[in-house]
């Protein structure tokens, strides 16, 4: 079965940091384009960062320059690491894979920005 797991939320005070880390099983990460996104309570779903085959990256703006989204193929697992971290950040994050047709997702982990 084709799963991710998504793990390393929790609750860090602003100005913090979190590694947010994304697990694939029953397939192998490394042809799929790779993306995290998150959703807080009554705002859509909006994408965050994204990691292509090549290893090239996409970002939100208001991310750009905090936010590093990396893979590690040996380990099938996609990384987002957060620093400077904003009340606004807050939000469930989920993991996205896709590659044609198949679309993955993970069940999210929550993450809190709060003093």
């Known amino acids: 079965q084709e799963k991710l797991v998504e793990s390393g939320g929790g609750l860090v005070q602003p100005g913090g940091s979190l590694r947010l880390s994304c697990t694939a099983s029953?397939?192998?990460?490394?042809?799929?384009?790779m993306k995290w996104y998150r959703q807080a309570p009554g705002v859509e779903r909006e994408l965050v960062a994204t990691?292509?085959?090549?290893?090239?990256?996409y970002y939100t703006d208001s991310v750009k320059g905090r936010f590093t989204i990396s893979r590690d193929n040996a380990k099938n697992t996609v990384y987002l690491q957060m620093n400077s971290l904003k009340p606004e950040d807050t939000a469930v994050y989920y993991c996205?894979?896709?590659?044609?047709?198949?679309?993955?997702w993970g069940r999210g982990t929550q993450v809190t920005v709060s003093s």
């Open positions: 996205n894979a896709r590659y044609f047709v198949k679309d993955i």
């Open positions: 990691i292509t085959t090549g290893d090239g990256t």
């Open positions: 029953g397939f192998t990460l490394s042809g799929y384009l």
